[in-house]
Structures are given as structure tokens and as C-alpha cells.
């Protein structure tokens, strides 16, 4: 029994539904955040990977200079994402 299937038992069906269409909003903008189509399909926002090979360096270097507010970073739950344009700005 998935969690969704538990909590369908506990509360009114209606109500999982309207849960499902707002976790779905919120999940695409976020997604729209991080892929804008203003950038020509480039993403505004980049994994530490994708900023490391940008730049030349590790992931844990992008750390780093996010630590030291050389980058501008995005926290997404657990997951870090650097801009786009500090990157681009360092190269």
C-alpha cells in the first residue's frame, strides 16, 4: 500500500485529488524555475556537476565558492543549484 493509498483511508477522496493537483503545480514551477525557455533551453539554475564542468573544476570546488558567496546557489530540499549567470559571470 503506497502513502497515497494510506492517506486516501484517513481523508475524503476529493481532498487526495485537490493534494495531487497542488503537489503537481508546485512541482512544475519548480521545474519551470530551474528550465526557462528564455535561455534557449539552457537552464537557469545548474547541479554543482554541471557548474563544475562549466567553469573547469569539481563539484566541490563550485561548493566552495558557494560557501564563500563567490556563486549564487538555490537550496532544493537536499539538493544545491548555482545560477547560471554567476557562473557564466566568474568565467
Not at 503537481?24 to 533551453?41: F, H, K, Q, W
Not at 554541471?50 to 573544476?57: I, N, P, S, V
Request: glycine share 6%.
Amino acid at each position: 500500500m503506497t502513502a497515497r493509498d494510506r492517506f486516501a483511508v484517513i481523508v475524503n477522496a476529493e481532498l487526495v485529488e485537490l493534494l495531487d493537483a497542488y503537489v503537481d503545480e508546485r512541482v512544475a514551477t519548480a521545474i519551470a524555475e530551474l528550465t526557462p525557455a528564455a535561455t534557449n533551453g539552457a537552464p537557469e539554475w545548474l547541479t554543482l556537476e554541471q557548474a563544475g564542468e562549466r567553469l573547469g573544476c569539481s563539484a566541490d570546488a563550485v561548493r566552495m565558492r558557494v560557501k564563500r558567496g563567490r556563486l549564487e546557489a538555490r537550496h532544493q530540499g537536499c539538493r544545491v543549484y548555482v545560477s547560471r549567470a554567476s557562473v557564466d559571470g566568474l568565467r
